[in-house]
Each structure stands twice: as structure tokens, then as C-alpha cells.
């Protein structure tokens, strides 16, 4: 599944941002740890399986992450605007609008609070010019899968291609950067021991 060009890929990535790297394991991906502050921010890929009747799908994503401990309540979910995500969240009641056209017009923002929108207000420049399409910061089950322990969070995003463009992961990784800045700021999050 993951070959030694997956190593190479990320260990060059670390390599290029000074950061902590780890080959690949079996079907897991090389992982690019990088240190801000203390929190550990991730970077890897991923392979996402599903059942359809027989059929077997799979598809491979690039995901950056960072788990920290929050003694406040925080959910917020931004996806990028389509026909499809808007017709679903037609009767989202928690979605919010930030009253930035620029981020109004590209992203669906839901959210069970309207404070957590402070950490999205101080970085409109940074997500429009990451060109990212799904941001989330959750607690329930994690957004891969695994169940988060109490008083931890996650910020994540993901990149529907198993290889990104190390500018892409640069802006992504300057974005994760001013967002852990804001939350440390507005909810005093603290990084996992």
C-alpha cells in the first residue's frame, strides 16, 4: 500500500520544515511531526476504505492534524460550498455565518457556538490562501475514526490526493500555525504530554 516513495515524500517534507519523521509500518503512511509550541502538528496520508454492496472503495487523502486538551466545549466544521453541502445543510441549524463574504460565499460554517468563530475571523487571509476545502475541530470519535479522550480535541483538515504540492502543505502548516496561535489565545488550549 505505502512504498518507500511515501517515505521519501515525507521525510523530505520534514527535512524541508525541521521536522520529526517516521518511516512507514505495514499499511500505515510516513508521518511528518512538526513542532509549534509544543503541539505536535501531523502530516501524512491516509486511505479511507468503504463498502458498497460487494464493492471495495478506496481513497487516498492527505491529512494534517493536531490533538490538544480544551477544558471548553469547541466544535466548529467549515467545508467548502457545494451543490451537494448546501443541499444537506439546508436544515443544519447550526450553521453560522462569519459575515466575511469572502469566507461566506466559499465555505459552509457550522458550529454549536458562535465564539468559536474568533479563531476563523483572525485567519480569513490564510484560508482562502491555503486553498483548503474542509477545516474541523472536534471531539466525538475524531474525525478519523478513534475515540478522543476526555477534554481533547482535534483540528484537522484533509486533501482528497495522496500527493500535495509541498507549497500547499507550507501554507496549510502556516494556517494550523496562526489557528493554534487563536485558540491558545481564546481558549486556552494546552498541548497533550
Known sequence: MFTNENNYYW?????????DFMERKYWHSAKCF????????????????????RNSIDSYLTRIYVLFNC??????????RSILNVM????NSKKIKLNNQLLDDRFIIS????RSLIILSKTVEKLIES?????????????????LNVNQ?????????????????YKI?????????????????KSLK
Do not use: M, P, R
Not at 458550529?111 to 458562535?114: F, I, L, T
Not at 480535541?153 to 502543505?169: G, H, M, P, Q, R
Open 34 to 53: 512538526y513542532d509549534y509550541k509544543g503541539f505536535k502538528i501531523i502530516f501524512d496520508n491516509y486511505t479511507h476504505h468503504a463498502i458498497s454492496g
Open 88 to 91: 444537506i445543510n439546508i436544515f
Open 131 to 147: 486553498n483548503i476545502k474542509y477545516l474541523f475541530v472536534d471531539d466525538n470519535e475524531g474525525i478519523w475514526g478513534d475515540k
Open 11 to 19: 521525510k523530505k517534507f520534514s527535512d524541508e520544515i525541521n521536522a
Open 153 to 169: 480535541f482535534e483540528l484537522a483538515t484533509y486533501i482528497d490526493n495522496y500527493k500535495v504540492d509541498y507549497s500547499n502543505l
Open 71 to 80: 477544558d471548553k466545549i469547541l466544535h466548529l466544521k467549515l467545508q467548502e
Open 173 to 189: 502548516k502556516e494556517l494550523f500555525e496562526i489557528l493554534i496561535d487563536n485558540l491558545i489565545s481564546d481558549y486556552n488550549i
Open 111 to 114: 458550529s454549536k457556538e458562535k
